[in-house]
């Protein structure tokens, strides 16, 4: 790339964690780490640190629309990621918005934080169902956000195919159905309904886990907006996104965030 040459563009849609680890802050450290320009459209805004969330507050849905539509208009994107939504309103017009946009979009249907904070209202999950996941070029559920969607309970690698079904069915063009909730390797699936890939990567063995499944969600949009296909940019996100968890760090009494400079000191001695 020449100094004039400028990098692709991602653009995230999701809520902030003050503490850093998760939501948009993760997402752009993610961006960052991956070569391309983020940009941030916030949904809410939580009080939150490596205890929990202990706040959170929705933005009015003209605010979410205004910001949308600032960065699309003028400096465009190649890809669109999304996080915490919400509510059902927000759901409605996120997926409005992506689906007048000419950019694969990879939609993180986050429903819990990794404390059990509520970060959805229930009475969103069929707005995600029926308006969110049909816009979706992949779907990146984790295992209680199937269960929440589709009443498919996976309880090991083999019912991830079955998962996988239930959760193409309401129409993303992907589904990555992430497996790094059960035991042993941290196993992901990921499918067309044609074509699969099982991704495999060793567990790390570290709590420091805040924030995994932002990351990984960012870093496939990363991918896609650089033209990769989809098979190949979740392929480099789970690297990434491995490297990070293995370098994840205690900050605060609880769960620490991942490392998401990693990459970036990997050749640093
Ligand atoms: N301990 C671990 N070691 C290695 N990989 C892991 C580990 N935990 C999760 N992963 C991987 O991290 C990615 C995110 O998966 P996870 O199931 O944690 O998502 P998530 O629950 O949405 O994340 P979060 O809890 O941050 O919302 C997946 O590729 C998963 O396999
Ligand atoms: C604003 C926001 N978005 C997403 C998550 C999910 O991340 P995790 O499950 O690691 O807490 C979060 N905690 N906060």
Known sequence: MSALEAPPRVLTVAGSDSGGGAGVQADLKTMLALGVHGMSVITAVTAQNSLGVQGAWELPVEAVRAQYRSVVDDIGVQAVKTGMLSSAELVEAVAELISGTDAPAVVDPVGVSKHGDPLLAASALDSVRTKLLPVATVATPNLDEVAQLTGVRVRSADDLRRAAAAVLAFGPRWVLIK????????????????????????RHDNRHTHGTGCTLASAIACGLARGRSVPEAVTAAKEYVTGAIAAGFALGAGIGPVDHGWALRRDTP
């Open 179 to 202: 497996g790094g909730h059960l035991a042993g390797d941290a196993v992901d699936l990921l499918t067309d309904g044609a074509e699969e890939l099982v991704l495999r990567a060793p």
